[in-house]
């Protein structure tokens, strides 16, 4: 069973991201879906047309799964990897474009990610 990547559409993420002021990414495939990068690292991907998979720490991937399980989930596929999937259909735009935030600190390289925010507002 393989995902049609013509059905996977990741405007919503890509705008969220953009509005956020996430530096140096760009849009890829990981896994044969759409993802968004920080210098060639994949923070977030599509796995299908409703789910979003963030890689994120597992302090934070656990918190998250306890905190809001209506929105966070993880496959046996995720158990015990950094990384845990958000319900595009019921997360709010506001959730989702922190939980970017985070994914995209947790990869982006340290100078990049030391940089950003740093003396801009946001929002």
Known sequence: ???SNENLDLS??????RE???PEVSEGLNYGTPALKVKDKTFARLKDATTLVLLLPMEQ???????????YFETDHYK?????LAR???????????????????????RVADG???GAETG
């Open 1 to 3: 069973m393989t995902a």
């Open 12 to 17: 919503r993420v890509t705008r969220l991201a």
């Open 20 to 22: 956020a002021g996430l």
């Open 61 to 71: 991937k656990e918190m998250l799964l306890e905190f809001a399980p209506h929105v």
């Open 80 to 84: 015990g990897w950094p990384a845990v």
């Open 88 to 110: 595009l259909d019921v997360i709010s735009d506001e959730e989702l474009r922190d939980r970017l935030v985070d994914a995209w600190r947790a990869k982006a390289p340290k």
């Open 116 to 118: 950003f925010g740093r």
